[in-house]
């Protein structure tokens, strides 16, 4: 009896729960989004993130949460416009000596921080000795340490000399993020609390971050640049992308990183989705490739490791697993920018060709189809970390390479142990990954042979002397035609040599929804984001707050 | 046997390659490597690993249970108040509650609904009853977690827009009255509540029905039914207090179970409870947090099994008079 | 025999086992394609009478997958269960009888293997050790012995008083034959009934594994990892979740059913 009564309680109030649930139900109605709008502000932007900053003081977090929405927050002396050039942030010009070795910035007049104090030269000196300072935890000072000497001859004017002529230099001045100087000097910056109550210039100023779950940025009435039409950003942090779609769907988010398949097969067969969300595509920044660890035979010599090239289909990898949403590459550059040597053509695909090369390097097909040297089978495994693009290229390689008798094997690895037991010891035989690029076409870190201790970038052990000097003459030749034609021959070697084999540059899609408007389509080569200040949602467009679930 | 824990786990970690500075960041060539070996002699990693527990020890003994390597000095445990008033809360402190919550409502709901499901197996054994309801938790059980969450969400999320599809809060909670607020948080943790509930169900029901099975068959059972008493009064009254007893000693024995997530309806469900924080600890390699959450849950063990002996002996009326003489 | 056949659980769980494990067996016969054939003309297309089951995101046809898939399954079943049980017989039967300080610290082993929550543990040592379908077994299998070990030693407990375990004693059978000959064999009932709800769990916990991208690797097929594939589509792609998704619910619900059906059956207590 006595739990029979606690049971049908339970039941009752399920049920009244259910009630409730239903009752506050929201009726659905059909919006047009296709109409044209005014730009007005006000309304808000969700969108989702899987991963939570970890601190927003851009230097010291590594992660692409905390610089996702530090971006939003802080600013740097300049920036990129839509096509790529550099463009003014909080410095309305700058110029460069006739040595090459000093930059005198001039900071717009009136600049202010968000609480109101005036934004000066002498937060931006005091930015550069944070990064520089050797107590300050932050993997990224080695750029800003080549300035010998930094000085603010007045509040509107902060002057740097280099030891020596550096290009890349102004590419650095575009992601250091310039912090408070009058908050932050007596701060312990390693530790402080700024990191999650931070106070910048930009179009936004934090409002509210509830830890693990979301983080609220509103628009920053004092922003040097401007106030935001969107009144209000919020990231929700969903981990898992099958959850955000199914958010995008039901219109709890408002934008989303979207996958080939979602934008090349889910939307075009839901016309109800098409209705309310548009689909963007733009260049990625950044290719994914095929990495010989150079040290470790057969790959050291060049005529197997140009028989791969030939030996793989790229035009195939980019249909089977971007659906066609990418492009195939020859240079190591973003496609469309000017460092992409144009007299330079991807490997075609050639199976002939890379069994002639493979012969020449003397191996031979035995009476099962696997090529053979000294007895030996040509057998490798390829490693990757943990991402589905790269885990169905590998296995797109490997049937390739099967049919013309290379045995390759798989392994997926989660990141730290790929990076520790793998990478840095160079117990590995071929690498499928991507690199992540600035614009900035300087690339000593990753191809100078000295480059090649544990930790550093030239993982694979590339060494060429021609391409040691041109990387050397690149970072100091700040003329642009010149600097381009040192890279173009740059390109040239990387493709003889075929240290690694370019696979693609998959472009970066997005789905958005039709209530945000200002969006520029087709996107111009900085992507749709970079003016997401100029974005609005029109007001019979926006979510009713409280009842949005 | 804490320190038997301790030991074990904090050997088992530093088996792993890698450690914190190997995060995606560590893979940007603007990155360089004195940063990190800096970072590392911070954080004491260069050093032998005996040394490194013995530090860990040395400050557990102080209850100082550190701060996450990873999200930055966020203390393990509590909050830290810096010197402007600034308050800094604990990754487990955050975590820890709403981990708490979902599971304590899910015991809840697996018990009440597994003795009612257990006792009406019983009771109409071999009957098409008792079969279906064999069958019926037997499902809960073989389903997988993740797919049916998924399929639920797009069912009462997309298709019918009845609950919320993830997070613990709608937008604009904090302009709902305390109630609404309330009805908000439960339809957002209906889904993953029910969802990891209904594995556990098939366990306690099947144990409640032969419990019940048993005791229905002892003579006491048959004398009470000899003596005249309604049925519905032995089986209710007489016969589940006796079955009921075990369920204490399980009850005691989930409790360590209390504090762990479960990392797969956490992701899903974006929910930042303690299976989430254990999951990206342990990708991260972040110490401090894998072992603070590793020493809690020992020590949740230690208490649940005394809980669960006390409870017992209370409950047994069998114990408790014998210890009253 | 008859009372199996008399157990409706038993029965259809053994039923569901029979067709999955037939399935297994002669998958290389009858699987349509090779499970890693690519074809990136028919990515993604729905059920259809080439493709029973539809195609996955790199154009494989899923019903040569899910047979295959379901030789995994098994495969992880079995061995992970193997290990935990011959783990939990060698611990059990050494707690069980010799007890003393051996049992004290073979139980405390097993309380701080038990203070651990599985899951944790097993994602853990796989986030170390690289996934290979090996390790993932090896792992299940070191983690999930406990019960077993318990079973055992309760078991052990109870038949030691036995006379007929006396009777060996004294007659000098050394203790080895004594846990061999007598002991176990009459232990036997717990630990079958152990096994075939350990596989059932094994298979879960695959499938969770894979969820996490700790599973079973590519290119190999699994039904947790064609599952895993599908998530992101699972509105357009359903057959992706659909197969596998059932596929998994009725082996581990097979498993279960005759597991319990068998301890129906072997539980004295149940004659009625």
């Given at each position: 009896m006595k739990k029979k009564f606690l049971f049908s309680n339970y039941i009752a109030i399920l049920i009244s729960s259910i009630c409730l649930v239903s009752c506050s139900k929201e009726t659905s109605e059909v919006i047009d989004y296709n109409g044209k709008f005014k730009n007005v502000s006000g309304g808000s932007l969700i969108n989702a993130m899987a991963g939570e900053p970890s601190n927003l003081i851009a230097m010291i977090a590594g992660d692409s949460a905390s610089s996702a929405i530090a971006g939003n927050i802080f600013n740097s002396l300049l920036k990129y416009d839509e096509n790529l050039n550099y463009a003014p942030d909080l410095a309305e010009s700058w110029a460069i000596s006739n040595n090459q070795k000093t930059i005198s910035f001039k900071l717009k007049k009136g600049l202010q921080w968000a609480d109101g104090k005036p934004l000066t030269s002498a937060d931006v000196l005091f930015t550069w000795k944070l990064i520089t300072n050797?107590?300050?935890?932050?993997?990224?000072a080695s750029d800003y340490q080549l300035v010998k000497k930094a000085s603010t001859p007045d509040p509107l004017t902060f002057k740097v000399t280099y030891e020596n002529s550096y290009a890349p230099a102004l590419d650095t001045w575009t992601s250091l993020h310039i912090l408070p100087k009058h908050i932050l000097?007596?701060?312990d910056i390693n530790n402080t609390f700024f990191s999650r109550k931070p106070t910048g210039s930009s179009f936004y100023k934090l409002d509210e971050w509830i830890s693990g779950q979301q983080v609220t940025l509103k628009a920053n009435d004092k922003s040097v640049l401007g106030v935001p039409l969107i009144k209000k950003l919020i990231s929700r942090i969903i981990p898992d992308t099958s959850s955000q779609f199914l958010e995008l769907t039901a219109d709890n988010i408002d934008v989303m990183n979207i996958n080939p398949i979602q934008y090349q097969r889910v939307f075009p067969a839901r016309k109800d989705l098409q209705q309310k969300i548009a689909l963007y595509k733009e260049l990625g920044n950044g290719y994914t490739y095929l990495g010989f660890n150079l040290k470790k035979p057969p790959f050291n010599d060049i005529r197997v490791r140009q028989a791969l090239n030939y030996a793989i289909d790229k035009n195939e990898v980019i249909k089977g697993v971007l659906l066609g949403l990418g492009e195939p590459i020859s240079s190591p550059y973003k496609p469309g920018?000017?460092?992409?040597?144009?007299?330079l053509s991807p490997y075609p695909y050639k199976p002939s060709k890379a069994l002639a090369l493979l012969e020449e390097a003397g191996f031979k097909k035995n009476n099962d189809g696997i090529l053979m040297k000294n007895g030996k089978p040509l057998k490798f495994e390829i490693i990757t970390n943990q991402n589905k693009q790269r885990e169905m290229t590998a296995v797109v390689i490997q049937k390739r390479l099967q049919e013309i008798g290379v045995e390759v094997s798989i392994r997926v690895i989660e990141w730290a142990s790929f990076v520790n037991r793998f990478i840095k010891t160079g117990d590995f035989d071929v690498v499928v990954l991507g690199w992540s690029l600035s614009?900035?076409?300087?690339q000593y870190n990753i191809?100078?042979?000295?480059?090649?201790?544990?930790?550093?970038?030239n993982f694979l052990g590339y060494s060429n002397k021609n391409v040691d000097k041109l990387l050397e003459l690149g970072r100091k030749e700040l003329n642009v035609s010149k600097r381009e034609k040192i890279y173009h021959k740059f390109s040239k070697y990387l493709l003889e040599d075929s240290?690694?084999?370019?696979l693609y540059a998959g472009y970066g899609l997005s789905a958005v929804h039709k209530?945000?408007?200002?969006?520029?389509?087709?996107?111009p080569p900085a992507g749709i984001?970079?003016?997401?200040?100029?974005w609005f949602v029109p007001e019979p467009l926006r979510r009713n707050e409280i009842s949005a679930r | 046997m804490l320190i038997g824990i301790s030991l074990v786990s904090f050997f088992i970690m530093h088996l792993?390659?890698?450690?914190?500075?190997?995060?995606?960041?560590?893979?940007?060539?603007?990155?360089?490597e004195e940063s990190r070996q800096k970072l590392r002699e911070l954080y004491n990693l260069d050093k032998p690993v005996i040394i490194q527990y013995g530090l860990w020890v040395k400050r557990i003994a102080q209850l100082d249970f550190g701060n996450s390597f990873a999200s930055h000095?966020?203390?393990?445990l509590w909050e830290r108040t810096d010197k402007s008033g600034n308050v800094t809360k604990g990754l487990i402190q955050e975590s820890l509650p709403i981990t708490l919550m979902i599971n304590l409502l899910g015991i809840c709901i697996i018990f009440s609904i597994s003795i009612f499901l257990g006792t009406l197996s019983a009771v109409r054994q071999n009957t098409w009853v008792d079969r279906s309801i064999t069958l019926f938790v037997f499902i809960g059980f073989a389903i997988p977690g993740f797919w049916l969450a998924l399929l639920l969400m797009y069912w009462?999320?997309?298709?019918?827009?009845?609950?919320?599809?993830?997070?613990l809060h709608s937008l604009?909670?904090?302009?709902?009255?305390t109630f609404h607020q309330f009805i908000d948080l439960l339809k957002h943790l209906v889904l993953p509540v029910s969802i990891s509930s209904l594995s556990g169900l098939a366990g306690i029901s099947l144990y409640v029905r032969n419990g019940m099975l048993d005791i229905l068959h002892q003579d006491f059972i048959t004398t009470a039914r000899s003596k005249g008493l309604k049925e519905s009064k032995i089986v209710f009254i007489h016969a589940l207090k006796n079955a009921v007893l075990p369920l204490i000693t399980i009850v005691g024995l989930s409790i360590p179970g209390l504090?762990?997530?479960?990392v797969i309806a956490e992701s899903i469900f974006a929910i930042p409870g303690m299976g989430k924080l254990f999951y990206d600890s342990v990708l991260m390699r972040d110490f401090p947090v894998i072992m603070g959450i590793l020493t809690i849950g020992s020590f949740l063990t230690l208490i649940g099994n005394l809980l669960a002996d006390i409870g017992y002996a209370w409950a047994d009326p069998r114990v408790r008079k014998g210890l009253v003489k | 025999m008859s009372v199996f056949l008399k157990n409706p659980l038993a029965l259809s769980g053994l039923i569901i086992i029979l067709i999955i494990l037939i399935l297994a067996l002669v998958a290389p016969i009858i699987?349509?394609?090779?499970?890693?054939?690519?074809?990136?003309?028919?990515?993604?297309?729905?059920?259809?009478?080439?493709h029973l089951m539809g195609t996955d995101g790199l154009g494989r046809d899923v019903f040569s997958r899910m047979l295959y898939g379901a030789q995994i399954s098994l495969l992880v079943g079995f061995v992970a269960v193997g290990i935990a049980t011959l783990i939990g017989i060698v611990l059990g039967s050494l707690a069980g009888f010799y007890r003393g300080w051996i049992d004290s610290l073979i139980m405390r082993f097993v309380d701080i293997m038990l203070s651990i929550p599985t899951f944790f543990l097993i994602l853990a040592v796989i986030a170390f050790l690289t996934p290979s379908i090996w390790n993932i077994m090896i792992v299940i299998g070191l983690t999930s012995w406990m019960g077993v070990t318990r079973l055992v030693r309760a078991e052990f407990f109870s038949l030691r008083q036995r006379e007929y375990v006396l009777a060996a004693e004294t007659m000098g059978s050394n203790h080895f034959s004594i846990i061999i000959k007598h002991l176990l064999p009459n232990s036997l009932t717990p630990i079958i009934v152990s096994s075939v709800l350990g596989i059932a769990s094994a298979v879960l916990v695959e499938s969770g594994l894979s969820f996490l991208?700790?599973?079973?690797?590519?290119p190999t097929a699994s039904w947790g990892n064609i599952l895993t594939d599908g998530k992101e589509y699972i509105q357009f792609a359903w057959w992706l979740s659909l197969f596998p998704g059932l596929a998994i619910l009725i082996t581990v619900l097979g498993y279960n059913l005759l597991g319990e059906g068998l301890r129906d059956i072997l539980d004295p207590k149940n004659k009625n």
């Open positions: 050797p107590n300050t935890r932050t993997p990224y000097k007596d701060e920018t000017r460092w992409i040597n144009p007299n614009l900035d076409p300087d191809w100078h042979s000295s480059q090649q201790g544990p930790g550093q970038f240290p690694i084999i370019y209530r945000v408007k200002g969006i520029k389509n087709p996107a984001y970079h003016n997401n200040y100029d | 792993a390659p890698g450690d914190v500075t190997s995060s995606e960041a560590s893979f940007n060539p603007k990155a360089s000095q966020k203390p393990v009462t999320g997309v298709s019918n827009q009845w609950l919320p599809i993830s997070g604009g909670y904090q302009n709902l009255s504090i762990g997530g479960s | 699987a349509p394609y090779d499970p890693n054939f690519i074809d990136i003309n028919s990515i993604l297309f729905p059920p259809s009478m080439n991208g700790l599973g079973v690797q590519a």
